[in-house]
């Protein structure tokens, strides 16, 4: 199989703390991860796709200072909202695309971030 | 840019009663086409997917053909279960290059009932 878990699940912080989201890829390498916001009854919106290694490319709008995007290995992603407020409030998904020639993305069961 | 439009739900039906959902999509080029499946407290599966013009996904009994001239991709079974309860998501990608960006529609939750 190819399994993806995002730690934590859920998670509830103080306006003007920071964050941090885990993607981890199981059973196999990702070489590239991707990271999705989930507005209620909305569509996933791509956030940045996070290269193994590199910078992060983050899609038009979001804001890279606020959402740090960290690739340190083949099996590990992680999102920091730094500063967070009650709008970056939101369901937080990950997915990884094994190493190779294979575009299918594999989805994490996501983190329910809320701040207060 | 792309986009997909879907139905919106939700879509409640008895079990054994016919399933359509409906996809359109917009795109420059030849995207390949997708059904994601996301099950409660779970993340997002793969159901089904299609690379080209008229390929025809198929997946646990859903199907769904890829049709350039209408530009939809609409999702069908033929005799639904509770255990198909899930929300269900239309999506693209565009062919070129390696990123492979996936645009998604905002999901239609299904709810099969006995």
């Known amino acids: 199989g190819a399994v993806v878990s995002q730690h934590p699940s859920r998670v509830i912080c103080k306006s003007g703390t920071s964050v941090k989201i885990e993607c981890r890829s199981l059973?196999?390498?990702?070489?590239?991860m991707f990271w999705y916001r989930q507005f209620p009854k909305k569509s996933l919106m791509l956030m940045a796709t996070s290269n193994e290694g590199s910078k992060a490319t983050y899609e038009q709008g979001v804001e890279k200072d606020k959402f740090l995007i960290n690739h340190a290995s083949l099996t590990l992603s992680t999102l920091t909202v730094t500063s967070a407020h009650p709008e970056d409030s939101s369901f937080y998904i990950c997915?990884?695309?094994?190493?190779?020639?294979?575009?299918?993305?594999?989805f994490g069961p996501g983190t329910r971030l809320t701040v207060t | 840019g792309n986009s997909v439009t879907q139905m919106e739900g939700p879509v409640t039906l008895s079990e054994e009663a016919f399933l359509t959902i409906n996809c359109t999509y917009t795109?420059?080029?030849?995207?390949?086409l997708f059904w994601y499946v996301q099950y409660p407290g779970e993340g997002l599966q793969l159901l089904l997917k299609a690379t080209k013009a008229d390929d025809k996904g198929s997946n646990k009994g859903f199907e769904a053909t890829y049709r350039k001239e209408t530009t939809s991709f609409h999702l069908e079974k033929g005799s639904v279960q509770v255990s198909d309860s899930a929300v269900y998501f239309c999506?693209?990608?565009?062919?070129?290059?390696?990123?492979?960006?996936?645009?998604f529609g905002t999901g239609t939750r299904l709810q099969v009932t006995l």
């Open positions: 997915s990884a695309r094994k190493t190779g020639l294979s575009y299918e993305q594999y």
């Open positions: 999506a693209l990608s565009g062919n070129t290059g390696t990123a492979s960006k996936l645009t």
């Open positions: 059973d196999f390498q990702a070489t590239t």
């Open positions: 795109a420059t080029g030849y995207p390949s």
